[in-house]
């Protein structure tokens, strides 16, 4: 079975300009998570789709946006960019066949570079 | 909100030498998870144990959810087994929002 997959791998951006990263789970799971890491905050929660409804959103600003599709596949973005949004973004799908039991698998994330 | 804490930040061992990595928690969990993060970004998922223990290989972890601590353990270590493991658990009881501690570097040296 195919892994998390996070397109692209990599982004250079300029300041003020906008990304869309894409996230496909693992066929079959349908929740989808979005972590931000960087070198100062570590790993931080974004949000997490279920069945294309957004299910919980972590504390980030509006610029921050998200979207899943009927086939699982989700999408996030960013609008305006800025320099601190430079970070390691990762995509986790989780199959939850009961809540409390889904482990989650991540992608090889999308090292976005603000400049 | 619920707070995590791992220890030791840092941790460098030669090769076949063995280790317990500690995770602490502030509050009641249903969702514990441990994940290794190689040196190239990749964060692979070790144990989802919100109690009790397990073993896959030479890892093994246990979780006392009563005391919100649990312990990873690595024995007979590898350099593979290099990189960053976290600990993660979930922020609102039942949801898939996970607050991650700040991790353990572990270096294994040949």
């Known amino acids: 079975k195919a892994g998390v997959t996070q397109t692209p791998r990599y982004l250079i951006k300029t300041r003020g300009q906008q990304v869309t990263l894409s996230c496909s789970p693992i066929s079959g799971h349908r929740s989808v998570s979005w972590y931000q890491q960087t070198p100062g905050q570590g790993l931080q929660f974004l949000f997490e789709?279920?069945?294309?409804?957004?299910?919980n959103k972590g504390n980030f600003p509006g610029r921050f946006s998200g979207r899943q599709f009927s086939n699982s596949r989700s999408e996030m973005n960013v609008s305006t960019l800025e320099l601190g949004d430079s970070a390691l973004y990762l995509c986790?799908?989780?199959?939850?066949?009961?809540?409390?039991?889904?482990?989650?698998?991540f992608g090889n994330g999308t090292r976005l570079t603000v400049t | 909100g619920i707070q995590v804490e791992q220890s030791p930040p840092d941790l460098i061992l030669q090769e076949g030498a063995n280790s317990t990595l500690r995770c602490n928690f502030s509050?009641?969990?249903?969702?514990l998870q441990w994940f290794h993060q190689n040196p190239w970004g990749q964060l692979i998922n070790l144990f989802y144990?919100?109690?009790g223990t397990k073993q896959n290989g030479r890892l093994s972890a246990t979780t006392v959810a009563t005391e919100r601590y649990s312990l990873l353990y690595i024995s007979s270590s590898q350099t593979t087994d290099s990189g960053v493991y976290f600990c993660a658990v979930d922020e609102i009881q039942g949801a898939q929002k996970l607050v991650f501690g700040q991790g353990t570097r572990l270096t294994i040296n040949p």
């Open positions: 144990i919100p109690s």
């Open positions: 789709y279920f069945s294309e409804t957004q299910r």
């Open positions: 986790a799908s989780s199959a939850e066949v009961r809540i409390y039991n889904s482990p989650l698998h």
């Open positions: 509050d009641s969990v249903n969702n």
